[in-house]
């Protein structure tokens, strides 16, 4: 069956209200790894409700609509969807607790024949839900391998960013606990492939594997200990490719190239030395 691009570009997301809690935002950081040190007074910052901060990239679980595309009406061959590009820009920094609404748009599909299938691209804008004031804007490309064909107009897709051709300024390992995504489900996204052994099997992997949200999470753990100093401020946007997929308990090495404002950064596997998050490129303000 072609996929029907009109029914998805006007799929009726409904504006959803997310009260989240300091409970909330600690169990992110730690689905990331935070407070695996607990002398780390640096990380408790965002562990210990004692002035607790959020991590700038909760922004991405906030106001999430959820694994839509496994809808029967959406026509999506669910099971051979990936997470292509991520996008984040902070409009002000993430509270530690709130109150926020967010409405979910389809911005584009692009067909890349039956063979390659087709890239969606999607927008979500967080907002504090009293004051109506923007907190983020995410954007999202997702690879639907099982859907190209359908007759779609030629489109260019978007260029990726290009990583410096020199050495990186900077590197960070974070190690990745065997049970990071159990803990980092929790946070919202309960695809079944990050816990559940046959689902992996039935996608073709060996066993479950980290969301790719919980390793751009720790790529922006790396970023805000070496450049930003564990300042949130300092967030203003992030975009990156996801790769390649991570098992938990894997370590992941962020190269950083800082040129003033932009940092451009890669992640890889140190156990495999497979690059899993590419062409990354973030703004972080100076001090």
């Known amino acids: 069956m072609a996929l029907d691009v009109e029914k998805l570009l006007n799929w009726p997301f409904e504006e959803l209200r997310h009260d989240y809690t300091h409970r909330d935002t600690i169990l992110y950081a730690l689905g990331l790894g935070l407070g695996s040190d607990p002398l780390d007074e640096q990380q408790l910052r965002f562990v210990y409700e004692k002035d607790l901060r959020a991590l700038p990239t ?16 959406t026509g999506v061959n669910w099971k051979k969807i990936l997470h292509g ?12 607790a709130a ?14 024949g039956a063979e390659k299938g087709s890239l969606m691209f999607s927008e979500r804008i967080v907002r504090d839900a009293q004051t109506g004031e923007k907190i983020a804007t995410l954007t999202g490309t997702t690879v639907m391998r099982g859907d190209g064909g359908f007759g779609g107009p030629a489109k260019e897709v978007p260029k990726p960013h290009r990583i410096p051709d020199r050495a990186p300024d900077a590197v960070c390992d974070l190690a990745t606990a065997p049970n990071a995504a159990l803990i980092y489900r929790l946070s919202g996204d309960y695809n079944p492939l990050h816990a559940d052994a046959e689902v992996a099997r039935t996608a073709g992997f060996p066993k479950p594997i980290l969301h790719g949200l919980c390793s751009l999470g720790l790529a922006g753990h790396a ?14 946007s992030m975009h990156l490719r996801f790769t390649s997929p991570v098992f938990p308990g894997e370590t992941i090495r962020t190269e950083m190239w800082i040129d003033g404002a932009q940092v451009s950064f890669r992640a890889r596997l140190r156990e495999r030395d497979t690059v899993v998050l590419d062409n990354g490129v973030a703004e972080i303000a100076p001090a």
């Open 58 to 73: 909760m922004a991405v679980v906030l106001a999430y609509p959820g694994f839509w595309l496994r809808e029967p009406g």
């Open 85 to 96: 590009e991520q996008g984040i820009v902070w409009h002000k920094p993430v509270p530690a």
């Open 99 to 112: 109150t926020v609404t967010g409405r979910t748009r389809v911005t584009g599909i692009i067909d890349k």
């Open 223 to 236: 970023l805000l200990k070496t450049v930003a100093k564990y300042d949130p401020a300092r967030f203003k």
